[in-house]
């Protein structure tokens, strides 16, 4: 299994200092932006499997980044990382950003943030071999419909 990388977005820098130290053993590629911007930047140039953004953040906040990367990115799983949880806000970014998970500030490293973000990574393999499973059997049947018609 190729290894996945994660973006991780959120415009305070000391946070994104700290998941870089706290996240430095982990088995995947991780990435870091400190705007939406940014992270849309990285989706350009970098194959990205898991993002998990902050919500309130200047110029494009993350239900905005959440809504652009659902409909470029469909594939990529979506968290949010946010101190920010008032329910209408957090219901909207469920329902409009279909995130996967949801983790509000403060966190704890080890017990919650680390085995949330490997879950979604196997959430990631769990949808890709859905994919691909799905993909074979139309090509066989695209191929038996030709037979048919020849």
Known sequence: MEKRTVLFVDDEEKLLRSL???????????LFAD?????????????VHVLVTDMRMPEMGGLELLRIVKEKYPHVVRMVLSGYTQITTLLTAINQGEIYKYITKPWKLEEEF???????IEYYEANKEQREEVSESDESENVQKAQTVS
């Open 20 to 30: 870089k130290r706290g996240l430095i053993d982990e088995p995947y590629n991780t």
């Open 35 to 47: 705007s939406g911007k940014k992270a849309l930047e990285i989706f350009e140039s970098e194959q």
């Open 114 to 120: 680390k085995p949330a973000v490997r879950e979604a």
